[in-house]
Each structure stands twice: as C-alpha cells, then as structure tokens.
C-alpha cells in the first residue's frame, strides 16, 4: 500500500518508474480503466432497461419525467466515457485538442450535479405526493412535460456552460495530457466557490434525509407493527435507495473535495485520489437498476423479454 501513494511533490513532477503519457501512476490509470469500463457497460445496460420499462407507463408523472431526465443525464455521459477509457488504456498522448478534452473532463462534473438536482426534484415530488395522496403530480400533455425539461435544461446549461466552458482549464499548456485541470484551485475565488458549492450538495442530502426519516416515523407511527405489509412502507423504502444512492456516489466526493481543495498543490498523490473519488459518482450511472431490479425481474419472469410491452 505505501508504494502505491509513493509519489513525489508537485515541485519534481516526476514520479520514479511508473510515469506513462497520461501523467497517472501505473496503479492509478488501472483503477481508473477497470472503473470507467465497468461504469461504461453497466451505465449502458441501466439506461437501456429503463428506456424499455417507461415504455409500459402511460401516466406522466412528475416521477416519470425526472426519470426521463436522468436518463438523458446518464445517456450524454456515457457518450464521453469511451474517450476516456481509450486514454487510459492505451497510455497514448492526448491527440483531439484541448477544447474537446474539456468537455469530455467536464461532463463527469455536470453528470454527477445534473444528477443530484434530478434526484433532488424527484424526491420532492415523492414527498409532496405522499403528504397528499389524494392528488398525484402529473403532466396532462407531452408538449408540458417537454418545455418544463427544456426550461430546466436551458437555465442550469445557459447559466454555467458557457463561462464554465471560457474559464476551465485556462492554465493548463500541454496538450498531450488530458483531466488535469486543477491548476485554477490556487485561486482564492474558486477555492471559495468550491467549498460552497460542496457544502450546498452535503446540506441538501442532510436535508432530504431529515425529511425521510421524518416519514418513516410517521408511516411507524401510523401502521406499527404492520407497516411492513403496507404500500406506504415500500414508497418509503424506493426513497431511501435515491438516498442512498445520492450518499455513496457523491457524498464521499464533495466531503474529499473540501480537503482535495485545501491541500491541493501539497502532492500530487491528492489529485490522482480526487480522480479515483470523481470516477466515483459516475456509479450513479446504475440507480434505476438498483431502483427498479424488483419490477424488472418480475417483468422478466412474466414475459421473458423485459422489452416485450
């Protein structure tokens, strides 16, 4: 274990006999391969369960319409993964220019926040419907659901691409390399904006939880002993795997991070960690798997082709 952080200060910016074209350890670019790959196969087979799955629901549910959303989400991601597992398992220099390795670098970045806003939105809803349950959050026609995603889509893209995309990775010269834009970090403005931002991710998950256990109580209270065999123990339960889900992907990075932030600049073994915690919160990439697994076995079981609708 010590020889696999045994890497020098950024001020050698040579790491003894495991350097390769990617900048990365040896043990570091195998990581990040066998993870990304899995994260590639398994994101892939998620999105294309689910996309079969909505079809058989005809009610458009505010629920539905997040899931559409994560989805899109997933699917934008997963078109950039391939490029980063070419680099990595390849050990090749970095041949597609600056601009695109940006986008690529920074989609890892707007999946795991676009995620977490979606996932965000859709528990919101689910706790709203089940204070009232007489009335369920639905769009009456496609064209409302269309232009609500559109406006989301719009604001969260118009407000932050463009000046993310004119500011990111200013500093960074060598072409040949690739995801290694942390050099604005030495910024007092950005060091700030990224504290914020990951207390705002931490808080909010703080929040939601809160709100969960709150009505867990209240379904205990309500139901005792018998709330196991009631439907409203299982919505609640189908909240807590999106909670879940929100806790192992992408609380444990934004709790890093405030440290990666901190002492960046320090090693260099702190960046090659930051990108193994980033790899991470791609594994959201499997939640309608992890949310679904039950309906889709049985849809197995009953047709034998989950697509059969």
Not at 52 to 75: D, E, P, Y
Not at 86 to 111: D, P, Q, R
Request: charged fraction near 10%.
């Amino acid at each position: 274990m010590n020889r696999l952080f045994d890497v020098p200060t950024l001020s050698g910016m040579i790491i003894n006999n495991t350097t390769n074209h990617t900048g990365l350890p040896e043990d570091f670019r195998i990581t990040l391969l066998v993870l990304y790959t899995f994260i590639f196969l398994s994101g892939t087979l998620n999105v294309l369960l689910m996309s079969c799955m909505l079809q058989s629901q005809r009610r458009l549910s505010f629920t539905k319409v997040s899931v559409i959303n994560l989805i899109a989400v997933h699917s934008i991601f997963l078109l950039t993964v391939p490029f980063r597992i070419y680099y990595y398992a390849f050990n090749e220099t970095w041949i597609l220019g600056m601009y695109f390795c940006k986008i690529v670098s920074l989609m890892v970045h707007a999946h795991m926040y676009l995620a977490f806003i979606f996932y965000v939105f859709l528990l919101i809803v689910r706790y709203v419907e089940q204070c009232d349950q007489q009335h369920r959050l639905e769009f009456h026609r496609i064209l409302h659901a269309t232009i609500a995603s559109a406006v989301v889509w719009l604001v969260i893209f118009g407000s932050m691409f463009p000046a993310t995309m004119a500011r990111y990775g200013i500093a960074q010269n060598d072409s040949t390399q690739c995801f290694n834009f942390g050099q604005a970090l030495q910024k007092p403005a950005v060091k700030t904006l990224n504290y914020v931002i990951c207390i705002v991710v931490i808080m909010g998950w703080s929040v939601l939880a809160l709100f969960q256990v709150y009505f867990l109580l209240d379904v205990r209270k309500t139901f005792g002993k018998a709330m196991c065999q009631r439907q409203e123990f299982w919505a609640q339960l189908k909240n807590i795997v999106f909670l879940s889900i929100m806790f192992f992907c992408f609380v444990p990075y934004q709790g890093f991070r405030v440290y990666y932030v901190s002492e960046y600049g320090n090693t260099e073994k702190i960046i090659h960690i930051n990108e193994i915690f980033l790899a991470i919160t791609a594994f959201s990439c499997l939640d309608m798997i992890v949310f679904s697994g039950r309906d889709i076995c049985k849809r197995i079981n009953s047709s034998g082709w989950f697509c059969s609708l």
